[in-house]
């Protein structure tokens, strides 16, 4: 253990010098005002109506850059209340900080204007406004402001935008300024007014704005729930509030895993996307939120209830997960979770030391029916980790490789023995995850603890599967879960695109250089982990140790895929996945703390098993997951033929291509088909939050591409008719320089500059909704490259 130690000693070393530097200097905080203009929602007979013209114009405009957390400035524009909120100076993201901060959670950590206030956040409406509204009023908000800015100067219609005049980098130091700072910020940063960095607005879309800004920005009421929506919710909500203890332990199982859900009814025409959330009231009272840093803290109440709010906010892709509730999921959870043959006999309390380990909490359900529950929709619960708040930048997405497939132990066999529970019992202290939120203990001391832990559970994991499989269990694909032969969760695909992430169901993409097989305890651990335990607003030390925590599930996962090769292969594999790692780290993997005596139980034809173990199973869960999320599906041959050589493009010149790129592909028959392009990054190891540049590999640098928008936060938009993609191809596969690539973008890319670019823009995500409907939501802008 001594050269994994003094890793984590070099490591915390390094970082705590660089908090230091990073956190030496106070931001000055504006002295906070109490205004209660807009605490409400207030309208007036022919006032321009927010919900039918104001909230299309900021959903196609506005909100593809300003939404959720990594919104400029805080400026969440997806609800009204986001815009009567205003914005902050404080960054949620980019900022390393020693302590927490307080949540600014919209709709949650408060509810009126004036308490924003008082955390901090400057009004981009005029708060002297009458209420009412003047049509004659010229407004002074901060947002007409900022519209007029831009309208002055539109900026250039061709070509990048002036490098010594826009950052993009979403870690910049970005501007924020209050009502009272604008003249000096206009004078300053003239082409700074908005869309920043994007063309201005439609003429009669900024008409639509200003004047309802004129106004004083009225908002109408929200349209109340249908009949047919109240009965859901009713129905919902008696199923979640049963008063049996099956039922409660249930029902806290089934929000801390599903609180970020947009959940819908099936038999709802309008789809409209409800939350659920723990509330002091019980059904037939108004929700009162428990607002809590995390979903399974301390309620403070003596019951918790649970409640379905209707969201209220415009949906956007990098946060929407679509969950389905219907008579069936009903039917299901009721057999899992309450006709089950278990007992609980006390429910399990709120102590920080348990609340983080779910193998302590919810131990007396069945952890095969904890296991079924989470594969029903698995592509969600690893989506968590994907959409959830904790994957926005590099730093937290470079303990995983660029592309890799995922597949999942069948819980018919993995969990069929009695042992198993035992199991899972004994090591519910080794399994526990980080749970020191706000410790001031040097991050290298939390470090060691846990990996000391790691070992312990690791090579008691071995132990018992070398006893397992000594037994009635034998190493081969049916201890792989098929999906039952019709679930799409059965295999999913994973693709990094730097600082941000994408789950697919399917297996999307060329062989992958690595592939994971889940079992229960590594799925509850990632899920807890990453989502459940993970405070976006948390410190740096938290963060951090969320991060390098997952190395060791990364790796678990990996280990279990190794498993199916050959005894003899399974080392030669692993250090072919981690070149350049040092001895240590492989022991993680495969070695001295994670072992396994038996030989597979496969018979391998060709001299690669390797690559047949990759194709083994995509066979096995073939019949559930079909051709779902490949290009082999496309059902136009003329473009499945066109596209082949660029899929097949590998090496260096990828390395100048965007991580993310949606190719638009206007076809003969007037239509245009949308196809994405990730690049993948060849590393030599994923194993280091380190000089991740030193560690790339651009020889082994492929390209996938994928039917359809993937990914939330396109790094380039290109479009071309099919005629075009035989002088594409090799434009790409000659790329040597960023003079090379800027020739190339010029020819194919819809850059920020371009007149037509919200014509693409709404084109783009007119397609999407099409294409997935109910996984679609508006794309985030803020990675599109200026090159």
């Given at each position: 253990?001594?050269?994994?130690?003094e890793?984590?000693?070099?490591?915390a070393?390094?970082?705590?010098?660089?908090?230091?530097a990073?956190?030496?200097?106070?931001?000055?905080?504006?002295?906070?005002?109490?205004?209660?203009r807009?605490?409400?929602?207030?309208?007036?007979?022919?006032?321009?109506?927010?919900q039918?013209?104001?909230?299309?114009?900021?959903?196609?405009?506005?909100?593809?850059?300003?939404?959720?957390?990594?919104?400029?400035?805080?400026?969440?524009?997806?609800?009204?209340?986001?815009?009567?909120?205003?914005?902050?100076?404080?960054?949620?993201?980019?900022?390393?900080?020693?302590?927490?901060?307080?949540?600014?959670?919209?709709?949650?950590?408060?509810?009126?204007?004036?308490?924003?206030?008082?955390?901090?956040?400057?009004?981009?409406?005029d708060?002297?406004?009458?209420?009412?509204?003047?049509?004659?009023?010229?407004?002074?908000?901060?947002?007409?402001?900022?519209?007029?800015?831009?309208?002055?100067?539109?900026?250039?219609?061709?070509?990048?935008?002036?490098?010594?005049d826009?950052?993009?980098?979403?870690?910049?130091?970005?501007?924020?300024?209050?009502?009272?700072?604008?003249?000096d910020?206009?004078?300053?940063?003239p082409?700074?007014?908005?869309?920043y960095?994007?063309p201005?607005?439609?003429?009669?879309?900024?008409?639509?704005?200003?004047?309802?800004?004129?106004?004083?920005?009225?908002?109408?009421?929200?349209?109340?729930?249908?009949?047919?929506?109240?009965?859901?919710?009713?129905?919902w909500?008696?199923?979640?509030?049963?008063?049996?203890?099956?039922?409660?332990?249930?029902?806290?199982?089934?929000?801390?895993?599903?609180?970020?859900?947009?959940?819908?009814?099936?038999?709802?025409?309008?789809?409209?996307?409800?939350?659920?959330?723990?509330?002091?009231?019980p059904?037939?009272?108004?929700?009162?939120?428990?607002?809590?840093?995390?979903?399974?803290?301390?309620?403070?109440?003596?019951?918790?209830?649970?409640?379905?709010?209707?969201?209220?906010?415009?949906?956007?892709?990098?946060?929407?997960?679509?969950?389905?509730?219907?008579?069936?999921r009903?039917?299901?959870?009721?057999?899992?979770?309450?006709?089950?043959?278990?007992?609980?006999?006390?429910?399990?309390?709120?102590?920080p030391?348990?609340?983080?380990?779910p193998?302590?909490?919810?131990?007396a359900?069945?952890?095969?029916?904890?296991?079924?529950?989470?594969?029903?929709?698995?592509?969600?619960?690893?989506?968590?980790?994907?959409k959830?708040?904790?994957?926005?930048?590099?730093?937290?997405?470079?303990?995983?490789?660029?592309?890799?497939?995922?597949?999942?132990?069948?819980?018919?066999?993995?969990?069929?023995d009695?042992?198993?529970?035992?199991?899972?019992?004994?090591?519910?202290?080794?399994?526990?995850?980080?749970?020191?939120?706000?410790?001031?203990?040097?991050?290298?001391?939390?470090?060691?603890?846990?990996?000391?832990?790691e070992?312990?559970y690791?090579?008691?994991?071995?132990?018992?599967?070398?006893?397992?499989?000594?037994?009635?269990?034998?190493?081969?694909?049916?201890?792989?879960?098929?999906?039952?032969?019709?679930?799409?969760?059965?295999?999913?695909?994973?693709?990094?695109h730097?600082d941000?992430?994408?789950?697919?169901?399917?297996?999307?993409?060329?062989?992958?250089?690595?592939?994971?097989?889940?079992?229960?305890?590594?799925?509850?651990?990632?899920?807890?982990?990453?989502?459940?335990?993970?405070?976006?607003?948390?410190?740096?030390?938290?963060?951090?140790?969320?991060?390098?925590y997952?190395?060791?599930?990364?790796?678990?996962?990996?280990?279990?895929?190794?498993?199916?090769?050959?005894?003899?292969?399974?080392?030669?594999?692993?250090?072919?996945?981690?070149?350049?790692?040092?001895?240590?780290?492989?022991?993680?993997?495969?070695?001295?703390?994670?072992?396994?005596?038996?030989?597979?139980?496969i018979?391998?034809?060709?001299?690669?098993?390797e690559?047949?173990?990759?194709?083994?199973?995509?066979?096995?869960?073939s019949?559930?997951?079909?051709?779902?999320?490949?290009?082999?599906?496309?059902?136009?041959?003329?473009?499945?033929?066109?596209?082949?050589?660029?899929?097949?493009?590998?090496?260096?010149?990828?390395?100048?291509?965007?991580?993310?790129?949606?190719?638009?592909?206007?076809?003969?028959?007037g239509?245009?088909?949308?196809?994405?392009?990730?690049?993948?990054?060849?590393?030599?190891n994923?194993?280091?939050?380190?000089?991740e540049?030193d560690?790339?590999?651009?020889?082994?640098n492929?390209?996938?591409l994928?039917?359809?928008?993937?990914?939330?936060?396109?790094?380039?938009?290109?479009?071309?008719?099919?005629?075009?993609?035989?002088?594409?191809?090799?434009?790409?596969?000659s790329?040597?320089?960023e003079e090379?690539?800027?020739?190339?973008?010029a020819?194919?890319?819809?850059?920020?500059?371009?007149?037509?670019?919200?014509?693409?823009?709404?084109?783009?995500?007119?397609?999407?909704?099409?294409l997935?409907?109910?996984?679609?939501?508006?794309?985030?802008?803020?990675?599109?490259?200026?090159?």
């Amino acid at each position: 253990m001594s050269a994994w130690k003094e890793w984590g000693r070099g490591l915390a070393m390094v970082v705590t010098a660089v908090l230091l530097a990073a956190c030496a200097a106070d931001e000055s905080v504006t002295e906070p005002v109490t205004p209660t203009r807009y605490d409400t929602r207030q309208s007036f007979p022919d006032a321009v109506s927010y919900q039918q013209s104001v909230q299309p114009i900021f959903a196609n405009r506005c909100i593809v850059c300003h939404a959720c957390y990594d919104a400029p400035c805080q400026l969440k524009l997806t609800a009204w209340e986001g815009v009567a909120r205003g914005g902050s100076k404080t960054p949620v993201y980019g900022q390393p900080r020693l302590n927490e901060i307080p949540p600014t959670r919209l709709f949650e950590d408060a509810s009126k204007a004036s308490q924003w206030r008082q955390m901090g956040f400057h009004p981009v409406l005029d708060e002297n406004a009458p209420p009412g509204g003047d049509t004659a009023a010229r407004s002074a908000s901060l947002m007409a402001r900022m519209l007029r800015l831009k309208a002055q100067h539109p900026g250039p219609t061709a070509g990048p935008l002036p490098a010594e005049d826009f950052e993009f980098d979403i870690n910049r130091k970005l501007s924020c300024p209050a009502p009272d700072e604008f003249e000096d910020f206009a004078e300053a940063n003239p082409e700074w007014g908005m869309p920043y960095g994007l063309p201005a607005i439609p003429a009669d879309e900024q008409a639509t704005l200003i004047r309802w800004l004129d106004q004083g920005a009225p908002a109408d009421a929200l349209p109340e729930l249908t009949a047919q929506q109240r009965g859901s919710v009713q129905a919902w909500e008696a199923f979640f509030n049963a008063d049996s203890l099956k039922a409660r332990l249930m029902s806290r199982y089934i929000y801390e895993h599903l609180f970020l859900g947009h959940l819908y009814f099936i038999d709802d025409p309008e789809r409209r996307y409800f939350r659920l959330v723990r509330s002091s009231t019980p059904p037939g009272q108004p929700v009162a939120r428990i607002a809590s840093r995390r979903p399974h803290d301390d309620p403070g109440v003596p019951r918790v209830w649970y409640r379905l709010v209707a969201d209220n906010e415009v949906v956007v892709a990098k946060t929407h997960m679509p969950y389905r509730l219907d008579a069936e999921r009903m039917a299901r959870w009721q057999a899992l979770f309450i006709d089950a043959d278990y007992t609980v006999d006390a429910l399990p309390g709120y102590r920080p030391e348990d609340i983080a380990n779910p193998f302590r909490t919810f131990a007396a359900i069945p952890p095969a029916n904890r296991y079924r529950f989470m594969l029903d929709e698995a592509a969600f619960t690893i989506g968590g980790f994907i959409k959830g708040p904790v994957c926005r930048g590099q730093a937290a997405l470079n303990v995983i490789n660029d592309h890799f497939w995922v597949f999942f132990a069948d819980p018919s066999n993995d969990l069929r023995d009695a042992r198993v529970d035992e199991y899972l019992r004994d090591q519910a202290t080794n399994m526990a995850l980080p749970t020191n939120w706000a410790s001031d203990l040097p991050l290298a001391i939390n470090w060691v603890k846990y990996s000391e832990r790691e070992v312990k559970y690791l090579e008691g994991r071995s132990r018992f599967l070398d006893k397992v499989l000594d037994g009635p269990l034998d190493l081969d694909l049916n201890l792989i879960w098929d999906g039952d032969g019709r679930n799409p969760n059965a295999a999913l695909t994973i693709y990094r695109h730097l600082d941000s992430a994408t789950v697919l169901q399917g297996l999307a993409g060329d062989t992958p250089k690595t592939a994971w097989v889940f079992t229960y305890p590594l799925l509850e651990r990632v899920h807890y982990l990453l989502v459940a335990n993970f405070d976006v607003f948390g410190s740096v030390s938290h963060q951090l140790e969320s991060r390098l925590y997952m190395d060791f599930l990364r790796m678990e996962g990996e280990f279990n895929f190794l498993a199916y090769l050959p005894k003899a292969l399974r080392k030669p594999t692993r250090d072919a996945w981690y070149r350049e790692s040092s001895d240590e780290e492989k022991k993680f993997i495969y070695g001295e703390y994670a072992w396994l005596n038996h030989e597979t139980g496969i018979h391998y034809r060709s001299a690669h098993p390797e690559t047949e173990l990759f194709e083994l199973m995509r066979e096995h869960v073939s019949p559930a997951i079909g051709q779902r999320n490949r290009i082999e599906a496309l059902p136009d041959a003329a473009l499945r033929d066109a596209l082949a050589p660029l899929a097949a493009l590998t090496g260096q010149a990828l390395a100048w291509l965007p991580e993310n790129v949606i190719l638009r592909i206007d076809m003969p028959s007037g239509e245009s088909q949308y196809i994405s392009l990730m690049r993948n990054t060849a590393h030599l190891n994923v194993s280091q939050i380190l000089d991740e540049a030193d560690r790339l590999d651009p020889d082994r640098n492929t390209l996938s591409l994928v039917p359809g928008v993937v990914g939330a936060y396109p790094n380039a938009l290109y479009h071309m008719a099919l005629h075009e993609l035989p002088a594409f191809i090799p434009a790409v596969a000659s790329l040597d320089s960023e003079e090379a690539y800027s020739h190339l973008a010029a020819r194919y890319a819809i850059r920020r500059t371009a007149p037509a670019f919200w014509t693409e823009s709404d084109a783009l995500h007119a397609a999407y909704r099409k294409l997935a409907p109910i996984e679609a939501g508006m794309l985030d802008y803020n990675r599109l490259e200026n090159r």
